[in-house]
Structures are given as structure tokens and as C-alpha cells.
T-cell receptor, first 118, second 111 residues
């Protein structure tokens, strides 16, 4: 149990375009989902926390108008990188809490999305 | 001071040895602690969770927690080359769902 699916696994786009990344909890209802960004050889940096049916909470320094998060259901959260630029190139990872048989604190991660902006 | 600190390594141990990974945290009110393993280019996977002072063993892995010293460690016995990865220490901050990750320690197990 506690499987989190993330798509796409990788995406290459031109500068100025928007990219949507989906994160789905396949076998449990995720009350909270988290979006992280990871640059090469660096740790996970929390970008935002999203709760189903409410606005996402963004970390300091993360532009909410650039990184749009939607958590419309208990099984789906999306991150849209708007007007992407080369500096947005990174590994984006979603995670969810609320897995069956586990506390709400353990995080289960999606497989990540490698974004490359040309 | 970083909220969760780890030695970035790399830590190199021979196959069959014990690997010891350490982590300190700044939020004294934290109650939940985790170790995740991350292979290059992959997302993290949960290895261990620990909530009480003392040791917790799961197979070749032992997590140790000392809240008074604000210190968490992970021991890997009989290290295997497949254990070579980055190990992330994670702490849930006081009062919230927010999980704070350390920068990770890179472990190399030499065959």
C-alpha cells in the first residue's frame, strides 16, 4: 500500500512554456501532499504544502504565481510551473501523507519529475 | 544554524562493515524522526522511523534517538554495495506536518 504515482518522469520544454506535473495517491486518500524541489547533489527543499480543497501554503521564497498548486481531490495534486525558465530546471518530487496502516506523518514519495528548460 | 544537520560525506566503508550515519536537529520539540534512502536520480524511500529515545532495529538497520542531545543516528550492519546511496535524516517540526530534511550523507560501500 501507500503508492504515490507522479507523471511525467521527465520533461523538456522551451523557455516561456508551462509544465504541469501530476501526483496521485493510488491506494489511499492523501489529506496532505507536499511538493519538493531538488537541485543536483543538494537536499530536498520544500516548496509548498497542499491540503485537499484549500489553498496551498508556500514556503518563503517560493513564488505562488509561478508554481501553481491544485489539490482538487484526496488523490490528486498538480504542480504547474508557469513560464518556465532555465533556472527552473530541477528534480521535482511530490509526497503524500495519510497512507493506510501508517501514521499521517510518514511520507511516501512519487518517482519524481526531471524538468529541463531549454 | 540549519534545522537538520548531517555530515555530507562521502562516507566510505568496506563491504561487511558497519556504517554509522549521524544527524542533529535544532527543534527541541520535535517528536518524529525518519531516515530515508535516495539513490541517484530517484526519489527518497523510507527506511526507518523512530519516535522514542533509545534504539529501534529493523533487519540490518538500527535507528538511535537521543532527544536530550537532539541527536539521531542510523547504523547499517553488514553493509552491502547496494547500500551505496544518500541517506536523508528527516524531522517533523513542532506542531505541524512539515518535514525538514537534512542535506544527506553519501555512503559508498566498497566491494
Amino acid at each position: 500500500g501507500a503508492v504515490v504515482s507522479q507523471h511525467p518522469s521527465w520533461v523538456i520544454c522551451k523557455s516561456g512554456t508551462s509544465v504541469k506535473i501530476e501526483c496521485r495517491s493510488l491506494d489511499f486518500q492523501a489529506t496532505t501532499m507536499f511538493w519538493y524541489r531538488q537541485f543536483p547533489k543538494q537536499s530536498l527543499m520544500l516548496m509548498a504544502t497542499s491540503n485537499e480543497g484549500s489553498k496551498a501554503t508556500y514556503e518563503q521564497g517560493v513564488e505562488k504565481d509561478k508554481f501553481l498548486i491544485n489539490h482538487a481531490s484526496l488523490t490528486l495534486s498538480t504542480l504547474t510551473v508557469t513560464s518556465a525558465h532555465p533556472e527552473d530546471s530541477s528534480f521535482y518530487i511530490c509526497s503524500a501523507s495519510g497512507g493506510q496502516g501508517a501514521t499521517n506523518e510518514k511520507l511516501f514519495f512519487g518517482s519524481g519529475t526531471q524538468l529541463s528548460v531549454l | 544554524q540549519k534545522e537538520v544537520e548531517q555530515n555530507s560525506g562521502p562516507l566510505s566503508v568496506p563491504e561487511g562493515a558497519i556504517a554509522s550515519l549521524n544527524c542533529t536537529y535544532s527543534d527541541r520539540g520535535s517528536q518524529s524522526f525518519f531516515w530515508y534512502r535516495q539513490y541517484s536520480g530517484k526519489s527518497p524511500e523510507l527506511i526507518m522511523s523512530i519516535y522514542s529515545n533509545g534504539d529501534k532495529e529493523d533487519g540490518r538497520f538500527t535507528a538511535q534517538l537521543n532527544k536530550a542531545s537532539q541527536y539521531v543516528s542510523l547504523l547499517i550492519r553488514d553493509s552491502q554495495p547496494s547500500d551505496s546511496a544518500t541517506y536523508l535524516c528527516a524531522v517533523i517540526n513542532t506542531g505541524g506536518f512539515k518535514t525538514i530534511f537534512g542535506a544527506g550523507t553519501r555512503l559508498f560501500v566498497k566491494a
